[in-house]
Structures are given as structure tokens and as C-alpha cells.
């Protein structure tokens, strides 16, 4: 029971261009939700989140917009950058405390 | 501030045999967690102590896998025996107080089961 999902496993945005990495979840329960970031051999790094009181937190570049309707959130990286390639996995939570995980997206951003 | 640390970063064992992997959290750190990592997927919880306390192990497989936190401190998760589905990477996760508070990773331990 895949209760975070993150449909695109990748995506290749062009330098200075807007990356949006997407994420949807089935829990209602849920209301932190989280964006980290990861490059190979190293551990995941916290990005961003967001209360589900909110729908959208920007920190510099990145911004994340939450639509609890839909369930769903997103990342908005703009622009662009060459060290922001990496896997990205967004991660919800509730009362439980426990981080559900997606899957990830590899971000392949071009020079 | 030092990060979370883990050894060893990677580990080649055969079936059967039985391994231990180590974490020491980032000082001050109350919470500490292990991850299950499978090539291809996300991070999924193991174990979630707090203090030297189990508060969450619902995902452990408790007939192979174990994990201790004595002093409060460094945790050690040991598998035996091991099998070829445990290929995975491990990661260590800390926190000052559990809840949302932000979770800092180790660089994990690659395990490779052959």
C-alpha cells in the first residue's frame, strides 16, 4: 500500500528553466509533508516542508505548494542549477510521527 | 556540528552469514531511526527509538533483524542471518524530538547479500 507516491521516477529540465517534481498522497491523516533531496552515496538531506495549515513555503529557489484536495503537493525549483540534480523524495506525516516515503525522482538538470 | 554517522559505509557478506551496522546521532539527538532503503525505492522505517526506548518497530523483521540503543546514545542494527532480499541500503536518522521535527541522515551502509 503505496500511501506516497511520486509518479515520474525522472526528469531532465534544461539550466535556468523551472524544475516541478510532483508528489501525491492517499492518507488524509497526513498533515506535514517534506522534500529531501539526495546525492549518490550520501544521505537523504531535508529541502523544504510545509504544515497542511499552508499551501505553499518558499525558501530561496525552491518552493513547495500543497493541495489538500487533490492530496497532492509539489516542488518548485526556479531556476534551475546543475548541483540541483539529484534523486528527490518527498515524505508525509501525521500523528503517528512515523515518515512515509515516496519513491523519488531523479532530477537530471542540463547545462 | 558533526552529522550523524555511520560504519561501515558498505558491507559484502553471503547469505546466511550475519552482519551489524552502526549509528552515532548528531549529539543531543533524542530520537533516532533506521531506514531500509531498496534500490528504486524510498526509505522505509525499521526501528524508531527514543532515548533507549522502542517506540516504533512495527516494520522490523524481528526473526532476523534486532536493534539496540543502550546509553541512549549510538544504536547498532544487527541481520542473522542475512538473506539475499536484505540487499539494501541502511540509514541511520536522528532527531532532537520526534514528531516533525527535522530527521538527519547518515551517509548509510550498502549491504550487498550474495
Known amino acids: 500500500d503505496q500511501q506516497v507516491k511520486q509518479n515520474s521516477p525522472s526528469l531532465s529540465v534544461q539550466e535556468g528553466r523551472i524544475s516541478i517534481l510532483n508528489c501525491d498522497y492517499t492518507?488524509?491523516?497526513?498533515?506535514?509533508f517534506l522534500w529531501y533531496k539526495k546525492y549518490p552515496a550520501e544521505g537523504p538531506t531535508f529541502l523544504i516542508s510545509?504544515?497542511?495549515?499552508?499551501d505553499k513555503n518558499e525558501d530561496g529557489r525552491f518552493t513547495v505548494f500543497l493541495n489538500k484536495s487533490a492530496k497532492h503537493l509539489s516542488l518548485h525549483i526556479v531556476p534551475s542549477q546543475p548541483g540541483d540534480s539529484a534523486v528527490y523524495f518527498c515524505a508525509a506525516t501525521s500523528g503517528t510521527y512515523k515518515y512515509i516515503f515516496g519513491t523519488g525522482t531523479r532530477l537530471k538538470v542540463l547545462a | 556540528e558533526a552529522g550523524v554517522a555511520q560504519s561501515p559505509r558498505y558491507k559484502i557478506i553471503e547469505k546466511r552469514q550475519s552482519v551489524a551496522f552502526w549509528c552515532n546521532p548528531i549529539s543531543g539527538h533524542a530520537t533516532l531511526y533506521w531506514y531500509q532503503q531498496i534500490l528504486g525505492q524510498g526509505p522505509k522505517l525499521l526501528i524508531q527509538f527514543q532515548n533507549n526506548g522502542v517506540v516504533d518497530d512495527s516494520q522490523l523483521p524481528k526473526d532476523r533483524f534486532s536493534a539496540e540503543r543502550l546509553k541512549g546514545v549510538d544504536s547498532t542494527l544487527k541481520i542473522q542471518p542475512a538473506k539475499l532480499e536484505d540487499s539494501a541500503v541502511y540509514l541511520c536518522?536522528?532527531?532532537?524530538?520526534?514528531?516533525?521535527?527535522?530527521?538527519?541522515f547518515g551517509p548509510g551502509t550498502r549491504l550487498t547479500v550474495l
Open positions: 536518522a536522528s532527531s532532537l524530538v520526534p514528531g516533525r521535527d527535522t530527521q538527519y
Open positions: 492518507n488524509s491523516m497526513f498533515d506535514y
Open positions: 510545509i504544515s497542511s495549515i499552508k
